[in-house]
């Protein structure tokens, strides 16, 4: 079976996150700047079999796309061009810095650690990664 990766985009750096090949385990990846994300991407698709590509989908509380998705949807149709055999799903991912943040004070980082912004957005691509993974063990699909 092939992994699933995670996309926290961000317009100056991605938090990503991947799966086991079984697909059960969520686990921080890597942070890349966003200039070099198509390359290092290249470079893990050539090392590491990935059937999926979760994109997080900022929205803001009434469900709407937010301001940020001004500039995701063109990366995100950039990277359907460059990599065409792979599915792409935007996966919503409200609050998840926030709750990235909360993980990290509960799982007692110090407050230097948690100030470091590329380990908030692994984390919070962890946490969009968890949410599609359990969303599936439910039984709920909500592909787009």
């Given at each position: 079976?092939?992994?699933?990766?995670?996309?926290?985009?961000?317009?100056?750096?991605?938090?990503?996150?991947?799966?086991?090949?079984?697909?059960?385990?969520?686990t921080?990846l890597?942070?890349v700047?966003?200039?070099?994300?198509?390359?290092?991407?290249?470079?893990y698709?050539?090392?590491e079999?990935?059937?999926?590509?979760?994109?997080?989908?900022?929205?803001?509380?009434?469900?709407?796309?937010?301001?940020?998705?001004?500039?995701?949807?063109?990366?995100?149709?950039?990277?359907?061009?460059?990599?065409?055999?792979?599915?792409?799903?935007?996966?919503?991912?409200?609050?998840?810095?926030?709750?990235?943040?909360?993980?990290?004070?509960?799982?007692?980082?110090?407050?230097?650690?948690?100030?470091?912004?590329?380990?908030?957005?692994?984390?919070?691509?962890v946490?969009?990664?968890?949410?599609?993974?359990e969303?599936?063990?439910?039984?709920?699909?909500?592909?787009?």
């Amino acid at each position: 079976m092939s992994r699933i990766l995670a996309i926290d985009y961000g317009r100056r750096r991605c938090g990503i996150a991947v799966t086991d090949p079984n697909r059960i385990v969520a686990t921080a990846l890597a942070t890349v700047e966003t200039a070099r994300l198509v390359g290092w991407l290249k470079n893990y698709f050539a090392s590491e079999e990935v059937g999926l590509v979760i994109v997080g989908e900022p929205t803001t509380m009434q469900g709407t796309p937010s301001e940020s998705m001004r500039y995701i949807r063109p990366a995100l149709a950039r990277l359907r061009r460059e990599f065409p055999t792979l599915e792409f799903v935007m996966w919503d991912e409200r609050f998840t810095s926030t709750l990235a943040h909360r993980a990290m004070l509960d799982a007692g980082y110090r407050r230097k650690d948690r100030q470091d912004k590329g380990a908030i957005d692994r984390m919070a691509a962890v946490i969009i990664l968890n949410s599609y993974l359990e969303s599936r063990a439910a039984g709920l699909n909500f592909s787009l």
